[in-house]
């Protein structure tokens, strides 16, 4: 999802993890529309019902949506931040398709579950964990790889 990361509309390779340097708000850009569009992304597809009628993901449940929405919006907000500051300092791969994936699942099984306030917050809380660890492991393998010595090139004396 190379349309997700404003700081280098050249870069064509879905593989490879960059650096992500840039002015503050390009950075909060980027969060606020990764957010936007994993919310918006989860929400259009609690419109529906996924899989038989026995077993499936239930369509958004009557009622307000609000209240879920918003909260996946700040949840959304705070893991988007988590990968968008260290893909500022290290190479992480792909954290836009990371946020989104983790908010359209969010809030598509709260709109069609409406848990309570506790399972509510353990789903939030659970997507903010899997963004650090995400944002960990980069951090940690950046680390790694500037302790760890060059080789010498072949024809240095």
Do not use: C, N
């Not at 705070?78 to 989104?100: D, E, H, Q």
């Not at 579950?113 to 353990?122: G, K, M």
């Not at 997507?127 to 680390?143: C, H, P, Y």
């Amino acid at each position: 999802m190379d349309f997700l990361d404003p700081s280098d509309p050249g870069d064509t390779a879905d593989d490879e993890a960059t650096v992500r340097p840039g002015p503050l708000w390009r950075h909060a850009l980027w969060v606020v529309g990764v957010a936007a569009l994993g919310v918006g992304m989860g929400w259009a597809g609690s419109l529906f019902r996924l899989g038989p009628d026995d077993y499936g993901l239930l369509a958004a449940a009557p009622g307000s949506p609000w209240t879920y929405v918003g909260a996946w919006a700040v949840t959304g907000l705070a893991t988007a931040a988590v990968l968008r500051a260290a893909a500022a300092r290290v190479p992480v791969p792909s954290p836009g398709t990371v946020a989104v994936l983790l908010l359209v699942i969010g809030t598509r099984l709260s709109l069609g579950w409406r848990p309570e306030t506790p399972e509510l917050t353990a789903m939030a809380a659970a997507a903010l964990v899997l963004a650090g660890i995400w944002a960990a492991i980069a951090l940690r393998a950046d680390a790694v790889a500037r302790k760890t010595p060059k080789p010498a090139s072949p024809g240095a004396s």
